[in-house]
């Protein structure tokens, strides 16, 4: 399947989509392909390492996309893109439920760049009249507490805390995906797969084969992941792990498609408008590009 012997450099994150998605290519379960050299890293990590180049494969957010395309190219496969997936608002129970009241609060993020921050940013836009106060950048684990505490009033979660922010006595005061799909009809883009165009066209397209085939023998064969999965999940409840995979990897992660590809030139296109990202012209986001 591939032209050459050399293992490829890959980061991703720990998060049961991820490792579920890549376990045969990792575990050289792929037929002819070389398994690549991983690096367990989130996405705010991720981001980094792409735009300044360091390694051959990487899963970004598709916020950060603008950036990089000059020495990446966007995958068809792998990556996260859906509905009824998007980021969560969240708020202490006690907190009023109109999005209007987080005007001047403090609001903490995973990341900058990432997705949901930008999805975020657009929603805001409307539903928070005068703007917010300071956006804190935390580590998406240690938001939910930060809320709980009192320590921000809102925050901006991702992966499975959706599954999981009851538990923390918090309250889902806007859902951005939802937010996203009945504003455009389009499905979320979230984490996108990225290479390195310097790869040039025929390992790229083997690559992206090597990917999609990993996805489909995850699928083919779902226990065989599990383990891996469970190791990285930072001690996740299988039960949640089995909903973040079935929320997140599906018939776009095998492959983006007409409609894949309209999310993301959509999302990135209202982004360009409004001045939060540099603009993309809708061919460099096809593969190859």
């Not at 309209?262 to 990202?277: I, S, T």
Request: hydrophobic fraction near 45%; proline fraction near 7%; glycine fraction near 10%.
């Amino acid at each position: 399947m591939t032209s050459s012997d050399a293992a490829l450099s890959i980061a991703y994150s720990p998060c049961p989509n991820d490792t579920f998605v890549f376990h045969a290519w990792a575990h050289g379960l792929v037929e002819g392909a070389v398994p690549p050299e991983v690096t367990f890293a989130d996405i705010d990590i991720t981001n980094g390492l792409a735009e300044r180049g360091e390694l051959d494969v990487l899963k970004i957010s598709y916020a950060a996309l603008p950036w990089v395309l000059d020495d990446y190219v966007l995958l068809p496969c792998g990556g996260a893109l859906g509905r009824g997936c998007g980021p969560l608002v969240l708020t202490g129970a006690e907190a009023p439920a109109d999005p209007a009241a987080l005007r001047g609060k403090t609001v903490a993020v995973p990341s900058e760049r990432s997705t949901a921050y930008l999805l975020f940013r657009i929603w805001a836009a409307e539903a928070v009249p005068g703007g917010l106060g300071q956006v804190v950048v935390m580590p998406f684990h240690e938001i939910m507490p930060a809320v709980r505490d009192g320590k921000v009033d809102a925050g901006l979660v991702i992966h499975e805390a959706r599954f999981t922010y009851q538990n923390y006595g918090l309250r889902c005061l806007a859902d951005m995906g939802e937010a996203w799909e009945s504003s455009t009809g389009l499905p979320i883009p979230l984490g996108a797969i990225i290479a390195k165009r310097s790869l040039g066209e025929t390992r790229l397209r083997e690559l992206a084969t090597a990917i999609r085939t990993s996805v489909e023998q995850a699928w083919a064969e779902p226990e065989a992941s599990r383990e891996y999965v469970l190791a990285h999940a930072q001690e996740m409840d299988p039960a949640v792990a089995d909903q973040h995979i079935g929320l997140y990897v599906n018939e776009f992660t095998a492959d983006l498609g007409d409609a894949g590809y309209a999310a993301v030139h959509g999302l990135l296109g209202r982004a360009a408008e409004m001045g939060l990202v540099p603009a993309v012209p809708e061919e460099k986001l096809r593969f190859p590009a």
